[in-house]
């Protein structure tokens, strides 16, 4: 068994140079059993297919919940959260919301989705300009996924704040204090959460926050919990699903004969989703706690060394993928982890898929010239949410 060598690295999930482009160094990862650094704390960073997928499902020895209050605990505002809890907290949180997240309740929303797209595509059309994030891949999801709390679409440019705020603690160090802006945004989004909380109360609907404080009213869950699942589903549902349609517009423009491909053949769409979410995934990495000393992948592992989980790279390993760096929107199979894997696998998928769906089939209906506008599109500084500050687009 090898011993856990010190080894660091080049990885620096700060380094601009390696945010642009992380997946040269993930290349150098696929040939070697995982490495482990000395951070803040030992950590260990899987980026094989076979070891991701290993890890993900031994929830056992690889543990979701924090192992101190490091500063990314708090983005939830410390309150019990879905994500970050293990068996059995998890399996009876999750329990609760797997219904409404149903394959059968995701299809009822379609029209409304298409609804949305096209109105906002509307708007594009009579502007005659495109700029692909603002114009749609922001303000989709954050419309859905108020609907899906029960609030008004209305106020999806203030959760698009707020979302950002407290996503903008990921990217500063561990101990670090909050980024500027945070506290402010948590706060704000607790107060909105109280008001609209005591209004579904009284007056309950048919979405899923009116079901959650109905299972309060049951003891079901607490409080706090319900708070939880709130916040979890505007930071989860919305940056996320942002940047499925961000990365995969900017994925078809850089290959334009997958484009054409696509334009010729809708039946497709469903297979270049799975391809745009495999080739630059939303959600780069995912966090893990090793809670008992073990043997992994021929590597020595103490309890409290913290895991880095590299979805983005195991969706490039060649062991798993054959050409595992070339776009092909006919990939078959493709079985990616950019929604990861096991019991946490992503609450959202059938939704944030049905939504990347018609947002590139409304583009590609409306725009079938479309192009890459002169301006580059930036990658926003944030390593676990791989997205795009902008995306220009050119509509002639
Ligand atoms: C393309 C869009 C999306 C991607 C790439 C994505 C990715 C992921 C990943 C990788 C996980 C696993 C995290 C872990 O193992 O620690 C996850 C979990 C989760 N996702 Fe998503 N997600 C997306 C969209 C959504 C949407 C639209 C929603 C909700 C409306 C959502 C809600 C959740 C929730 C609640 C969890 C936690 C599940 C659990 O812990 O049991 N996601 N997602």
Known sequence: MEEPAAAQSTFNRFDPAFLTDPYPFYRTLHSQPPLILQLELPTALLARYADVVAALRDFRTFSSAPIRQISQAHIFGGVPTLILTDPPVHTRLRRLVNQAFAPRRIREMEPRIRQIANDLLDKVENAGSFEAMKDLAEPLPTMVIA????????????????????????????????????????????????????????????????????????????FDEVAGFFNLLLLAGNETTTNLIGNGLYALMRHPEQWELLRRESSLMPSAIEEMLRWDCPVQATGRNVIQDCEFAGVRMRAGTMVVVL??????????????????????????????????????????????????????????????????????????????????????
Request: net charge negative; proline share 8%.
């Open 311 to 396: 979805n983005g790279a195991a969706n490039r390993d060649p062991a798993q993928f054959p050409d595992a760096d070339r776009f092909d929107i006919a990939r078959t199979p493709n079985d990616h982890v950019a929604f990861g894997e096991g019991i946490h696998f992503c609450l959202g998928a059938a939704l944030a898929r049905m939504e990347g769906s018609i947002a590139i089939t409304s583009v590609l209906e409306r725009f079938p010239r479309l192009r890459l506008g002169d301006a580059e599109p930036v990658y926003k500084r944030s390593f676990n949410v791989r997205g795009l500050i902008n995306l220009p687009l050119s509509l002639e």
């Open 147 to 222: 609907e899906v709390l029960g609030v008004p679409a209305d106020d999806y440019q203030m959760f698009k704040q707020w979302s950002d705020a407290l996503l903008e603690v990921s990217n500063v160090p561990p101990g670090a204090p909050p980024p500027a802006g945070f506290e402010e945004a948590l706060a704000e989004e607790r107060e909105y959460f109280r008001q609209r909380y005591e209004e579904l109360r009284r007056k309950p609907g048919t979405d899923l926050m009116s079901m959650l404080i109905q299972a309060q009213e049951k003891d079901a869950l607490t």
